[in-house]
């Protein structure tokens, strides 16, 4: 199948050719290279496999004129094309492996290879003019030269018509006032229908349409000049199927496509195989290049009897065509015309460049200025990020939808209509599971089918992640559309009303078919999905300037509640050591030293669950009201009670773990109580250190616990070391290693200071912040 040519219209499966279409395809991306599952050559194409057809080495061409393949430098045909007798009276073995004087005659062949030999581009020096004699009389021929990798060049020769002598001057002139017209027109519909006219008027083509390509190479006629009494296709739209890749692939590089009579007869290459490679000649290039015999019978049915597009780029990427159909016999416009016809396309792919980039430029200019609003009236550290992206301007200026939910820093607001909460949550779990920073859809009901989403709220989203599960959502409702297909692009059948004999219906595939098009949004812009951009970046600087404001702070806090020094005893001997999580994170570790007034000594160790300015300061209140009650006398046992009190009734959503150690430094009798925390370790002069005999009880933050006493003696000798989880915590390994490891390092410590314990066992090993006290007895 010939794919490479939209001419054939047609619609659904039964468009084998047909002229897909666009609204920009700025952000289309196509296949550089051939499919890598095309049919093997020599297969036979059918409706099924047609699709897959390499037709960038059909094997043959259309017969309005004669391909050379010449060896270079010695300028000897290795292959050429069968009708070489028809058109120019030669025999194919009294031309092979010959001179291409024996082709052409020597006059002609002396400036074929002045030209290959003088200039690098040839396409610019196209047509070399000639004149063949052909049994004893003088035609007119143009040659076009096209040199191929490997030292091939390509010679195709066209019976020349029209004026001569062709040049580029001639061509510009024959479309100067058109180009004029394209440069005048200040919209793109304007654009659309001005060079539909001037290719009609140029090529003489009795249809010639214009057709754009959406994002996912459905197509739709935009402009549209035709005879009189022809049925118009202005309007209709065509499925993605039409053109498949490696079609898609031959237009980027060849832009101009004729069939001049589609009842044409292939004329194969001799031979079929290049001798010196191996393998069949890419016509990828070529302009007699033959097409599919299963398009040119679909041409046949629907009436056309030429056929000519042109492409259109955009960066060098396709994104619609101008195709040209003729019904009142074979049409061969020349050389020239077909150049110039290639030339307005070129122009117009220009202009509308220039007016996609003008429209997108006011367009980024626009949000832009919207943009730098709401990114001033977020700096202000005093208020919430909130409010400042609901203010005015507020997020709905920025990126256009029907309402925006924001959540960020622990608030959450929203503007304008949006789903209920927990459709909110889920399409933000949806976005964080794509792994991209932003995350968008048009149609939100198919990619969370289990909800019962209001499509009339939200039928498309476009999420900013943000770090730690905040996000940006905007929605958009449900946007109902009619669709015009010409024909039903859904229906796989092949229609046969007109007869066994005819596989191919244009009738049926040309009956206007009616879609209503459900559940889906408004499609998300590129430049609103550049403003989305835009925003995400400021607001992850914004939170990261405010968070690391924040944790110096919650640092500052942390620092100042630690002791500013511990007690100096006398036969005791008492060290502490306190090291930040990794990055400098403020987490909830706490300790404390102090002697009461009978001159007891109290030891204490603490750690609130999670990191940052609220746990340092939920850390501050249970260190305070900790330190007061056991300065008031409190057993450890009914300090650790009465804050657990404290923190259910004040602090409902703290949670915390603590150690309490009361001691007698003349007995060395100790009183002493845990929550939830890792249990102190005794020291000696054993190999392996013990856990101190303390009862373990719940953590502080679980309502109606209760805490368990514990006493011993640390006799003269023995010590005990206090710690946090963060000194035997290690990523991807269990805590009961951790444990086992500080156990033989404490074992045989003696008198080893808590500086020295981090050192031997967590330096460079934990992400958590550690403390270790230790206290011996001399």
């Known amino acids: 199948m010939d794919y490479g040519q939209p001419e054939g219209l047609a619609v659904g499966h039964y468009r084998i050719d047909g002229i897909g279409g666009a609204t920009g395809g700025e952000n289309v991306s196509v296949p550089q290279d051939q499919p890598d599952d095309l049919v093997p050559i020599g297969t036979p194409i059918d409706l099924d496999n047609c699709a897959r057809e390499p037709i960038h080495i059909p094997g043959s061409i259309q017969p309005r004129g004669v391909l050379a393949v010449v060896r270079e430098p010695d300028f000897t045909v290795r292959q050429v094309s069968a ?4 058109m120019l009276g030669r025999s194919v073995d009294a031309v092979l492996g010959r001179q291409l004087s024996e082709l052409i005659g020597p006059d002609q062949a002396a400036k074929v290879q002045k030209a290959a030999s003088t200039f690098g581009d040839l396409r610019q020096r196209n047509p070399i003019e000639c004149d063949v004699d052909v ?14 990798p490997g030292g091939v060049l390509l010679v195709e020769l066209e019976v020349a018509y029209g004026e001569r002598p062709y040049s580029f001057p001639n061509t510009y002139q024959a479309v100067r006032s058109s180009v004029e017209d394209l440069n005048r027109a200040d919209s793109l519909t304007e654009l659309y229908d001005t060079i539909a006219r001037a290719v009609r008027d140029l090529t003489g083509f009795d249809r010639v349409m214009v057709y754009r390509y959406d994002e996912d190479y459905n197509g739709e006629v935009v402009a549209e000049t035709k005879r009189d009494d022809l049925n118009s296709f202005l309007g209709l739209h065509y499925p993605a199927t039409d053109i498949p890749a490696q079609a898609r692939a031959l237009y980027e ?24 490679v191996g393998a069949p000649l890419d016509l990828t290039y070529a302009t007699l290049r033959s097409v599919s015999p299963i398009h040119v019978e679909y041409l046949q049915n629907m009436g056309v009897r030429a056929s000519m597009s042109i492409s259109l780029l955009r960066h060098g990427r396709l994104w619609g065509l101008i195709a040209c159909h003729h019904y009142s016999g074979p049409h061969l416009p020349p050389f020239g015309t077909r150049v110039a016809a290639e030339f307005l396309g070129s122009t117009l792919s220009l202009r509308l460049v220039d007016q996609f980039e ?7 200019l626009s949000a832009q200025a919207v943009l730098s609003s709401l990114t001033a009236a977020t700096m202000d550290d005093g208020d919430t990020l909130v409010s400042g992206l609901l203010g005015k301007p507020d997020l709905l200026d920025l990126v256009p939808a029907d309402g925006v939910v924001v959540d960020i820093e622990g608030h959450r607001a929203s503007r304008g209509a949006v789903p209920p909460p927990e459709v909110v949550s889920a399409v933000a779990a949806w976005a964080r599971n794509g792994n991209d920073d932003i995350a968008r859809t048009e149609k939100l009901s198919q990619e969370l089918p289990a909800l019962d989403i209001d499509t009339e709220v939200a039928s498309g989203a476009l999420v900013l992640n943000l770090p730690d599960g905040q996000h940006v959502a ?19 059948a092949i229609a046969v009303s007109e007869g066994d004999d005819v596989r191919l219906s244009p009738r049926k595939s040309f009956e206007r078919w009616r879609e209503t098009v459900r559940q889906r949004s408004d499609p998300w812009t590129p430049s609103e999905i550049e403003s989305a951009e835009g925003l995400r970046r400021h607001l992850v600087e914004s939170l990261y300037r405010r968070t690391r404001g924040a944790l110096r702070v919650a640092d500052l806090l942390q620092r100042s509640l630690l002791p500013q020094s511990i007690p100096t005893l006398r036969d005791w001997q008492l060290s502490a050591h306190y090291k930040p999580a990794a990055g400098d994170r403020v987490g909830g ?17 603490g750690d609130v669950a999670g990191h940052g300015v609220t746990v340092a300061g939920t850390m501050a209140q249970l ?3 900790l330190r007061a009650q056991l300065f008031a006398g409190a057993t450890p046992a009914e300090a650790l009670t009465q804050l657990n009190d404290f923190c259910v009734h004040l602090l409902p959503t703290a949670f915390a773990t603590a150690v309490v150690v009361r001691v007698d430094l003349d007995s060395g009798l100790v009183e002493a109580a845990c929550a939830g925390h890792l ?29 368990a006493p514990s006493a011993f003696t640390v006799d003269p000798g023995y010590g005990l070391v206090l710690y946090s989880d963060g000194l035997v915590e290690r990523r991807g390994e269990s805590i009961d290693d951790g444990l086992e490891r500080l156990a033989k390092t404490l074992g045989g410590a003696g008198d080893v200071p808590a500086s020295s314990i981090w050192t031997a066992m967590a330096s460079g090993h934990t992400d958590d912040d550690v403390t270790i006290v230790t206290l011996r007895r001399l």
């Open 623 to 625: 260190r305070n009201a």
């Open 135 to 148: 049994n004893g009389q003088r035609r007119p021929f143009d040659a076009i030269l096209r040199r191929e």
């Open 253 to 276: 590089k060849n832009w101009i496509r004729l069939i001049s009579d589609v009842n044409y007869t292939p004329a194969p290459l001799v031979p079929a195989i290049d001798p010196e």
């Open 83 to 86: 009708n070489v007798g028809q």
């Open 358 to 364: 003008d429209d997108e430029l006011h367009r980024r």
């Open 679 to 707: 249990m102190p370790y005794v020291t000696n002069s054993v190999p392996v250190a013990v856990p101190a005999p303390i009862q373990l009880s719940a953590p502080i933050g679980v309502k109606g616990a209760s805490y």
């Open 589 to 605: 570790d706490w300790y404390d030293a102090f002697e009461l007034r009978d001159g007891r000594l109290v030891v204490l160790l």
């Open 474 to 492: 905007w929605f958009r409702r449900e946007v109902l559309r009619s669709v015009d297909w010409g024909g039903d692009p859904h229906n796989k």
